[in-house]
Every structure is written in structure tokens, then in C-alpha cells.
């Protein structure tokens, strides 16, 4: 039988329709648009032609949206669950200090890598984060600004500095603002990132699967210096697989 998941982020959200773990359709759309009135029961009704599971599952880290879907689907047979309504740790073993700290998405995205038994997982979202996973652990991770965040602030607050879409490696510093600009993220985000890859591996001493998801993950994969893969469902496969474990 169908069934419906969705990962609710601070600046998307996406939603999808999946039979097993294939995915059937997918909607994605601004986080804001849950608040407006009537609009996620307008996203359900497009996936509701097909026979559906009644439960549907988040991952979450924005807990007034996930509050106000409840309400739209009150009156409904729906039932909204959160996974960390779920018992996780039957999934995987968590080595943190405070579980409540650790965001919905990041569990989700290691559930799944673990399968790689030692993987790191960089989500390029609202932040930027690096998740690892040793020995089918969750052993804790990272957390940087987020690229489009930090290009938007960047712009919001000084009157000179306009927004600009971030384009591939850039060979020479700019010769206009918007090249400096460019030159300026391209350049401190890869020295960021590969610094951040290189500060865990080394201290372990281990071979990780590094995977990539989010924005700028098809970007930063050129950029690189690990061999990395890229997976831009890897947070949907996780909700979809911790669903087809508890319900």
C-alpha cells in the first residue's frame, strides 16, 4: 500500500508519495506555505487518488509547521507522527550527550548511511552540516553556516553587496563584485569543507563513504578533494525506511 512521508526543513519542505521505498512523486515547496490556509491539505489531496496508509510520517525541525499540519488534518483519518515520536535507537545506536539537540534530518540521513557502516553525510541546507557515522554509530558531527543563508545576510546587511547565484570553481579573484563575491565563497567554503573532512578522517584514521546531499551538493562534489557520491534523497530514504520499520 502507499504511503506519504515528507522531511520538513527551516527553509523547504518536501513531500512525497512512495510504494515500499520507491518513490512515486514528490512535491517540494517554501516552509512558509504550511501556514497559509488550506494549503497542505491542497498537497495531500494530490497524492489521495491512490489507496493510502493513514499515517504520515516527518522528519522535522520546525516544530510550529509540523503543529499546523496536525491541525489542517485534525478533522481528517490522517495521523501525524514525527520520527522521534519512534523508538530510533532500535535503529541506531546514538552517541550523544543530548538526544533532544540533534535534529530530525541528521538521524534520518545516518539511519540510512549507515548501511555504508562508516560514512560521513554533508547536507548543504539552511546549514551546513557533517554527520558520521562509525562502526553503524551515530557518533555526532558538525554544524557550519549554511552557503545561501550566509550569501542572503551577507547582502541583507551592507548596502554595496548584492545577492548573487554561486557558479562553479573560479580560477582568479574577481574583477567586479559579484566575481569577489563568488571567489570569496567558492574559495572559503572549499577550504572550509575540505578542512572539515580532513580534520575527521585524519583523527580516526578510517575510510569513510562521504555522501552529499542538499543545494550545492553537485557543486561542492567538483570541489572536493575525497571521492564522494551524491544523493539527494537520502533524507526521504531514511523517513521511508524508519515508516516501513515502525509502521
Not at 500500500?1 to 527553509?11: H, L, P, Q, R, W
Not at 488550506?38 to 510520517?57: A, D, Q, V, W
Not at 574577481?174 to 572559503?188: E, S
Request: charged share 25%; hydrophobic share 40%.
Amino acid at each position: 500500500m502507499n504511503y506519504i512521508i515528507g522531511d520538513i526543513g527551516n527553509t523547504s519542505t518536501r513531500v512525497c508519495l512512495l510504494n515500499k521505498s520507491k518513490i512515486l512523486n514528490s512535491i517540494i515547496f517554501d516552509t512558509k506555505k504550511i501556514f497559509l490556509k488550506g494549503f497542505f491539505k491542497k498537497i495531500i489531496n494530490r497524492f489521495s487518488k491512490k489507496k493510502l496508509k493513514n499515517e504520515i510520517l516527518f522528519s522535522c525541525v520546525v516544530p510550529m509547521a509540523l503543529k499546523e499540519i496536525k491541525k489542517n488534518l485534525k478533522k481528517t483519518n490522517y495521523r501525524v507522527l514525527e520520527i522521534k515520536s519512534l523508538n530510533l535507537k532500535r535503529m541506531i545506536k546514538i552517541n550523544i550527550k543530548n538526544f533532544k539537540q540533534l535534529g530530525s534530518d541528521r538521524i534520518v540521513n545516518s539511519i540510512k548511511g549507515k548501511e555504508f557502516k562508516n560514512c560521513l553525510i554533508i547536507d548543504f541546507g539552511t546549514a551546513t552540516t557533517f554527520d558520521i557515522v562509525k562502526n553503524e554509530t551515530y557518533e555526532g558531527g558538525v554544524i557550519a553556516p549554511g552557503i545561501k543563508l550566509s550569501i542572503r545576510n551577507l547582502s541583507q546587511s551592507t548596502a554595496l553587496l548584492p545577492m548573487f547565484d554561486l557558479k562553479n570553481r573560479q580560477k582568479s579573484y574577481g574583477k567586479n563584485t559579484k566575481d569577489a563575491l563568488n571567489a570569496g565563497f567558492i574559495w572559503g567554503y572549499e577550504g572550509l569543507i575540505n578542512n572539515i573532512i580532513y580534520k575527521i578522517t585524519n583523527n580516526w584514521k578510517m575510510k569513510y563513504k562521504i555522501i552529499l546531499t542538499g543545494g550545492y551538493a553537485n557543486l561542492f562534489k567538483k570541489i572536493i578533494k575525497k571521492r564522494t557520491i551524491v544523493d539527494q534523497n537520502i533524507t526521504i530514504k531514511g523517513v521511508s525506511k524508519v515508516y516501513r520499520e515502525f509502521l
